[in-house]
């Protein structure tokens, strides 16, 4: 009754109809908000005056043939972002005038085609591009240039980020090639639209609606993609489905191939090993069955008839109960080489994961991979990758480098990072993934001298076997921001780059970002710059100080647990805490990991004194009364580690604090609260930690150090509430 009579009031009164008016207003204020959806691809008006009349005058036609796809998407994504940027959008002819800007391959565009710049067009290979200003019959022109409309694609949004980062565009010579062919993302995304280690709500693809329905979003996600260059998906989790292979499933991906083909990504699914069995009626999956190597054939035959240019299999095989070659009594190699037989006369790839582990307390399970591997050697197909993870163990806040890196001479490594938070806190903490992806790329393998990094031992796959390849598990899903936190974009946002180039650092990286995503401010620019580039010191601190690793809550991954043990599990087996001292041995004395490193780093790695301290407790059992680089003792340096931790995330909180005002107040609160969480979780850790090692090493806090406001069975107690493997195990 009140509401009709709320309705009548506001209809038939002039008052109310102005409160409608203003409350549909402020509503409408509310809801345009800003939510993060965009992504770095945030066209905001350029307010600096000059620059941006510079930018008019200097784009005033566009010349570009929208009958490719790719261009077409190339042409778009001008549009939006010059409407943004510069609030008008330039004619698009064919007249020469000041300000033309010229897009597309030698076949695409005439003027290109005439312009004579063949030879340096033939640098830039499949995907690579040139921007270049020209002077065209005495007018000023700015040339995109490629030889694939993928190419141009990957420059034009090149040039858009030189206009969101504020450039120079008058002296533009520029001349980009990827390093890596296969720049991939390994979805972990379910059939019934859970993510496996995904934070930020559910799974993209919408299978129930697929292919009828493809939603905006899709384009949307193919669009940030190709952005930072990645082009390939996989589909789906490697802990797989055999259904995602049947008929069903073929036609709904084929739906999303064909949505993001225009954008140069090409759809992978993961291959269960067992699906001959499951899927195909087959009494075994034996890789050297004639029927299952047939059903294999007819299957890849199948999937590329739905889907052309399909880029294959990526494979979790006898790992972590996945069902694999071994057991048919079968190697890795005879596995991938039958699935690769299949895929090679269509050009498909197989990525066969190297994270294979013994679950045996008897094992030091860092060994593992490479011993697997290593004497495979050379005896896998041409088309296949082994894709061993960034260090050995698991996705740790910090690993060295996995010992594989440099010693596969003759079967192609694809690298595996994960940018989802999985041991880093979820999407709650504020955790910037560059310099991890830089430490890994950077590392120095000495396996061919000196100056032999990983990214080099990647890249020169491409001269030795053909292809090279990097993969990622992103931090993608259904939240309206895409990552749950939205600093967690900037880690997509990285990983697409440095897969592009690895050379490129993550200070430069971040401050594209942090220019693309909230404004230009350089005293803001600066702030979060050091306070992203500090987030990952920080994380490891507290999650994995000096070497430490693997010492979360098991069940979850998420929170403290160095005390943490099940039937088949024993946190004490990754830190070896006694009343001596704290560490694993793997050295010579010990599991004798240190032996799968090239020997220089052997040597290093195996005496305290000369092992870098951040792998100090992954090589070396270390007494606790030993003396650190700081002078300090292990012990004090432990707690010292974890003190400073938290302390830098309150320093993260306060810095994020003083920046009210200079970015929208929705993000300003997102990222306020989750700040203000990664600091009660980080105190937790630090409390938990330190009070369990203290059980060990019976000494003080150091004076200097306030106590633990609890005791330890406090911290051991505290529950997750989300408890992963209760909900999708
Ligand atoms: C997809 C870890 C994770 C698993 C994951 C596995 C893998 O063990 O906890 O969820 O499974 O790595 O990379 O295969």
């Known amino acids: 009754m009140l509401s009709y009579k709320l309705y009548k009031f506001f209809l038939m009164n002039l008052v109310g109809r102005i409160i409608v008016i203003v409350l549909f207003m402020t509503v409408s204020a509310e809801s345009f908000a800003e939510n993060g959806y965009e992504l770095w691809m945030r066209y905001r008006n350029i307010e600096e005056k000059n620059l941006a009349s510079t930018y008019i005058n200097s784009i005033k036609n566009i010349q570009i043939d929208r009958s490719f796809p790719s261009l077409k998407a190339a042409a778009d994504e001008l549009t939006l972002a010059l409407e943004g940027l510069l609030g008008e959008v330039p004619v698009s002819d064919t007249t020469l005038v000041d300000g033309t800007l010229i897009i597309g391959t030698e076949t695409s565009s005439p003027m290109i085609r005439n312009l004579k710049l063949s030879s340096k067009i033939a640098g830039t290979g499949d995907e690579g591009y040139i921007i270049q200003n020209i002077l065209i019959n005495g007018k000023s022109c700015i040339v995109i240039a490629s030889n694939t409309e993928i190419g141009a694609l990957y420059g034009t949004f090149h040039f858009i980020r030189l206009l969101q980062t504020r450039q120079d565009i008058s002296e533009l010579n520029i001349l980009e090639v990827p390093k890596l062919k296969f720049r991939v993302l390994n979805h972990w995304d379910n059939l019934n639209g859970t993510v496996e280690r995904g934070y930020a709500g559910y799974s993209l693809w919408d299978w129930q609606r697929l292919p009828m329905y493809v939603d905006r979003r899709m384009i949307d996600y193919a669009r940030a993609n190709a952005s930072v260059g990645i082009n390939g998906t996989v589909l789906n989790n490697v802990n797989a489905n055999s259904k995602s292979l049947t008929r069903e499933y073929l036609i709904k991906a084929a739906a999303l191939a064909d949505a993001f083909r225009p954008y140069g990504i090409k759809v992978y699914l993961t291959a269960k090993f067992s699906a001959p069995i499951e899927i195909g009626g087959l009494k075994t999956a034996d890789p050297l069955d004639p029927a299952v190597r047939k059903w294999w054939k007819n299957k890849v035959n199948d999937i590329y008839r739905y889907i052309p240019d399909f880029g294959g299999f990526l494979v979790k095989a006898n790992s972590e109960g996945q069902p694999g070659p071994q057991d048919y009594h079968r190697t890795h190699a005879d596995g991938a080489n039958m699935m690769a037989e299949a895929l090679e006369p269509h050009g498909g790839i197989v990525m066969w994961r190297a994270f294979v582990y013994e679950n045996s307390r008897n094992v030091d399970r860092a060994l593992n991979g490479y011993n697997e591997f290593i004497k495979l050697n050379g005896k896998f197909n041409k088309n296949v990758f082994v894709q061993p993870k960034n260090g050995a163990i698991d996705f740790q806040p910090r690993e060295p480098f996995h ?38 790329l950077d590392s120095d393998t000495y396996t061919k001298g000196k100056g032999t990094t990983v990214a080099k031992v990647l890249e ?26 939205l ?3 900037a880690n997509w946002f990285a990983y697409g780059l440095l897969a592009w180039n690895p050379q490129r650092t993550a200070e430069e990286i971040a401050d594209d970002w942090i220019k693309m995503t909230f404004n230009h401010d350089k005293d803001f620019i600066n702030a979060i ?20 690793n693997h010492i979360m809550n098991f069940a979850t991954h ?7 043990k099940d039937n088949h599990w024993d946190a004490r087996d990754y830190h070896k805490a006694d009343t001596y001292g704290l560490g694993v041995d793997r050295t010579a004395t010990g599991s004798n990991v240190v032996a799968q490193y090239a020997p220089e780093l052997s040597k290093l790695f195996s005496d305290p004194k000369t092992c870098p301290q951040k792998y100090l407790l992954y090589f070396n059992h270390v007494a606790w009364g030993y003396i650190m680089p700081s002078g300090r003792t292990l012990w004090d340096e432990l707690v010292h580690q974890y003190f400073k931790g938290t302390d830098e995330v309150t320093q993260m909180r306060r810095i994020w604090d003083t920046m009210e005002g200079k970015v929208d107040a929705q993000c300003f609160n997102h990222v306020k ?7 009660d979780e980080a105190i937790w850790w630090r409390d938990g930690s330190v ?30 509430p989300y408890d992963w493997n209760g909900i999708y195990k």
């Open 691 to 720: 009070l369990y090692f203290q059980t060990f090493s019976k000494l003080p806090i150091p004076a200097d150090l306030p106590k633990p406001e609890h005791e330890l069975n406090y911290y051991k107690r505290i529950p997750f």
């Open 673 to 679: 609260q989750l700040l203000k969480a990664q600091e």
């Open 529 to 548: 710059r050091e306070m992203m580039i500090l987030s990952r010191e920080t994380a490891v601190k507290i999650r994995g100080a000096l070497g430490l």
């Open 460 to 485: 020169d796959y491409q001269r030795s076997n053909g292809m090279s390849g990097i993969a990622a598990v992103p931090n993608i899903g259904s939240d309206i921001n895409w990552t749950g936190h």
């Open 403 to 440: 010992p594989l890196f440099g010693k596969m001479t003759d079967t192609p490594l694809m690298m595996e990072f994960q940018i989802t938070q999985e041991y880093l806190g979820y999407s709650t903490n504020l955790v910037y993934l560059a310099p991890l992806f830089k430490e890994t």
């Open 487 to 489: 600093f967690g974009q």
């Open 558 to 564: 998420y929170g403290p647990g160095p005390w943490y």
